[in-house]
């Protein structure tokens, strides 16, 4: 990638989201038991902390765990007696994520469920869980509006919703792509603009990870949960 963004992302990691050895052995982990390096980047993940801090989050739901990156910077948000639940298909990802979890002294805070998204969500609906504070989306890209459309279930006014991942290097804007993923993203932009429950923007981010972004969005009216 574009040499300048990574030095600046390096620049501001240093300075403002310093690692540790709690996030070094995750990624240490998540490399060794040969996961993709897919994770949020530290930066990312410092602003998915301050989500959490500014939400006074106490309720946190995260689809896509992977090796639990992301899930331990926004769990260090969390108070004492917080709770987040993170959803994830692969059961190798998901017993890497406990490690990590465990070694981040989050075990007792944190729930790794491992299925299908789409099922989870649908045993958390069915369930009529307290609502989430800060949902975080960051699974397949193919079904990122069915995801963001079960969060909106299992949302209050006020509850955050990020979705990573939506600018695809710019491929965002081809209307004509046949990219699932694109198609995934494309359908969550229309359902946004649409959606008067919620109020939302889309920023382009550059750093170690390359070109890409974040939607962030707010719930602004009742979705019906409580
Ligand atoms: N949030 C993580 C990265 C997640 S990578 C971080 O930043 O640290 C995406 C994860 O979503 C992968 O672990 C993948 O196995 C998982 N995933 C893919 N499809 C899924 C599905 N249908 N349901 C749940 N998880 C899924
Ligand atoms: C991929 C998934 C992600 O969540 C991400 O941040 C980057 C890449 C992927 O599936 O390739
Ligand atoms: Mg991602």
Redesign the pocket.
């Known amino acids: 990638m574009e040499p300048l963004w990574d030095k600046v992302d390096e620049y501001f990691v240093e300075h403002l989201a310093p690692s540790d050895d709690v996030l070094d052995a995750a990624l240490a982990e998540s490399a060794a038991a040969g996961?993709?390096a897919?994770?949020?980047t530290a930066n990312?993940?410092k602003l998915l902390q301050l989500l959490a801090r500014i939400q006074g989050a106490r309720r946190i739901l995260?689809?896509?765990?992977?090796?639990?990156?992301?899930?331990i910077w926004m769990g260090r948000a969390l108070p004492p007696n917080g709770e987040l639940i993170t959803?994830?298909?692969?059961p190798a990802?998901a017993a890497v994520a406990r490690q990590n979890l465990e070694r981040a002294g989050m075990a007792d805070r944190v729930q790794v469920w491992v299925?299908?998204?789409?099922e989870?969500l649908a045993k958390l609906i069915a369930a009529h869980v307290k609502p989430f504070d800060l949902v975080?989306i960051?699974?397949?890209k193919a079904?990122i509006d069915s995801y963001f459309l079960a969060a909106l279930n299992l949302s209050r006014v006020g509850t955050v919703i990020v979705v990573?991942n939506v600018v695809r290097k710019g491929e965002v804007i081809d209307a004509e792509s046949a990219d699932a993923n694109v198609l995934g993203v494309r359908r969550l932009v229309d359902l946004l603009s649409h959606e008067h429950r919620v109020s939302a923007t889309a920023i382009q981010t550059v750093g170690s990870k390359g070109y890409d972004g974040l939607v962030i969005a707010v719930v602004i009216a009742d979705p019906g949960t409580g």
């Open positions: 996961l993709p897919i994770s949020v990312q993940g995260e689809v896509g765990t992977l090796a639990g990156y992301s899930t959803l994830e298909i692969d990802h299925a299908p998204a789409a989870s975080f960051d699974a397949d079904s990573d």
